[in-house]
């Protein structure tokens, strides 16, 4: 999605409703995670768990809308690579260089472990700034998506739809393991099970191609399929936090029904796809050029955004210390200030080695 041309209103809009809702998430994070990763909880966590639930689908809408634009690969793997790795490798090792001088800045390191940091760089983050993840697992899917798209290209409805199939299997598997810890091969000495080469963010991807293949056309059961779907979804999501917010003594036994490997964060997804299929608009609308705009500087909103979240969070916590009115205030001023700085930047020469 590199260019103003030839835009789908609707996907640009999912994808910058997406972005919000990703900085929303991150928002959230601190009125419901404490010291060492414990569990905050009262009635913050509990707007907390109203706003973000749905946020949980962020990231495989993200994945979907990479499927949908990018698979099958038409080019040789070489140009492929060369053309993605340039737009979005460069601008990824530049932030984590910022990101461990703005550690420094904070006074969260001293000078030698900057050091260490920056010489950290091509083996992992460089600092540990949790939402780059994202970019290794984006980086991860376009070495595979060569190898994927001989097979995609020419695969029929049946046979796409067999590994979605599976792959919608492995996404119970969190739930299954409640009640039987070890299935299909599952043992201390074993980490790829029967069904693992079926799991993981892959299969969003592929279901992002399938909806461009066969659903692109809008149809009159799109609204109640996304709004049935989505419902589904969200209240597992929601409910699944809510009860173990009672019991969950640390995040990662809170998050079950949030990661997004479960069935459930993949119904939102697919969802809310189905809604926004129905959203149109006039390309030359101010709205419409606004979206489009938002839509192509996401990449570099999602670098940037932490910075502005942390300050904005300081700037305004000692104010407003209810989440119900903190989350989304916080959420908008950093993506609103986000995408005006990314603007800002996009006017430099050589700007997309710093944005994408």
Same mark, same amino acid.
């Given at each position: 999605?590199?260019?103003?041309?030839?835009?789908?209103?609707?996907?640009?809009?999912?994808?910058?409703?997406?972005?919000?809702?990703?900085?929303?998430?991150?928002?959230?994070?601190?009125?419901?995670?404490?010291?060492?990763?414990?569990?905050?909880?009262?009635?913050?966590?509990?707007?907390?768990?109203?706003?973000?639930?749905?946020?949980?689908?962020?990231?495989?809408?993200?994945?979907?809308?990479?499927?949908?634009?990018?698979?099958?690969?038409?080019?040789?793997?070489?140009?492929?690579?060369?053309?993605?790795?340039?737009?979005?490798?460069?601008?990824?090792?530049?932030?984590?260089?910022?990101?461990?001088?703005?550690?420094?800045?904070?006074?969260?390191?001293?000078?030698?472990?900057?050091?260490?940091?920056?010489?950290?760089?091509?083996?992992?983050?460089?600092?540990?700034?949790?939402?780059?993840?994202?970019?290794?697992?984006?980086?991860?899917?376009?070495?595979?998506?060569?190898?994927?798209?001989?097979?995609?290209? /020419?695969?029929?409805?049946?046979? &796409?739809?067999?590994? #979605? $199939?599976?792959?919608?299997? +492995? *996404?119970?598997?969190?739930? %299954?393991?409640?009640?039987?810890?070890?299935?299909?091969?599952?043992?201390?000495?074993?980490?790829?099970?029967?069904?693992?080469?079926?799991?993981?963010?892959?299969?969003?991807?592929?279901?992002?191609?399938?909806?461009?293949?066969?659903?692109?056309?809008?149809?009159?059961?799109?609204?109640?399929?996304?709004?049935?779907?989505?419902?589904?979804?969200?209240?597992?999501?929601?409910?699944?936090?809510?009860?173990?917010?009672?019991?969950?003594?640390?995040?990662?036994?809170?998050?079950?029904?949030?990661?997004?490997?479960?069935?459930?964060?993949?119904?939102?997804?697919?969802?809310?796809?189905?809604?926004?299929?129905?959203?149109?608009?006039?390309?030359?609308?101010?709205?419409?050029?606004?979206?489009?705009?938002?839509?192509?500087? /996401?990449?570099?909103?999602?670098? &940037?955004?932490?910075? #502005? $979240?942390?300050?904005?969070? +300081? *700037?305004?916590?000692?104010? %407003?210390?209810?989440?119900?009115?903190?989350?989304?205030?916080?959420?908008?001023?950093?993506?609103?200030?986000?995408?005006?700085?990314?603007?800002?930047?996009?006017?430099?020469?050589?700007?997309?080695?710093?944005?994408?």
């Amino acid at each position: 999605m590199a260019s103003s041309q030839h835009r789908f209103f609707n996907l640009d809009l999912l994808r910058v409703f997406a972005c919000y809702l990703v900085i929303q998430v991150h928002a959230g994070e601190f009125f419901y995670i404490g010291e060492g990763g414990r569990v905050l909880g009262g009635e913050n966590a509990f707007w907390v768990n109203l706003y973000n639930s749905l946020g949980r689908a962020a990231v495989p809408l993200f994945i979907m809308l990479t499927g949908y634009f990018l698979l099958p690969i038409k080019e040789s793997t070489d140009v492929f690579l060369k053309k993605r790795f340039l737009r979005v490798l460069i601008p990824f090792i530049l932030w984590c260089a910022v990101y461990a001088v703005y550690q420094f800045i904070q006074g969260q390191v001293d000078v030698t472990t900057l050091g260490v940091n920056l010489l950290k760089i091509p083996l992992n983050f460089g600092t540990e700034v949790g939402h780059l993840w994202y970019i290794y697992m984006l980086i991860g899917l376009y070495l595979f998506a060569p190898i994927i798209s001989p097979w995609i290209q /020419s695969a029929s409805k049946r046979s &796409i739809q067999f590994y #979605l $199939l599976i792959w919608a299997v +492995t *996404l119970c598997v969190p739930y %299954i393991h409640l009640i039987f810890p070890e299935v299909w091969g599952e043992c201390y000495w074993n980490p790829t099970p029967m069904l693992y080469y079926f799991s993981g963010f892959l299969g969003f991807g592929v279901l992002g191609y399938y909806l461009r293949r066969y659903h692109t056309r809008p149809s009159k059961a799109d609204i109640p399929i996304g709004l049935l779907l989505t419902a589904l979804g969200y209240g597992i999501t929601f409910f699944g936090f809510a009860r173990l917010l009672h019991t969950a003594a640390f995040v990662p036994e809170l998050e079950l029904t949030w990661s997004y490997g479960t069935i459930n964060v993949a119904m939102m997804a697919l969802g809310l796809f189905f809604l926004f299929k129905r959203f149109s608009m006039s390309a030359d609308t101010f709205i419409a050029r606004c979206i489009t705009d938002i839509s192509l500087k /996401s990449y570099g909103i999602y670098l &940037i955004h932490i910075i #502005l $979240l942390n300050g904005f969070y +300081t *700037l305004l916590s000692a104010k %407003i210390t209810h989440a119900m009115i903190a989350i989304p205030l916080i959420s908008m001023a950093t993506f609103l200030s986000s995408y005006l700085l990314i603007k800002a930047l996009s006017y430099l020469p050589k700007s997309k080695f710093i944005i994408g």
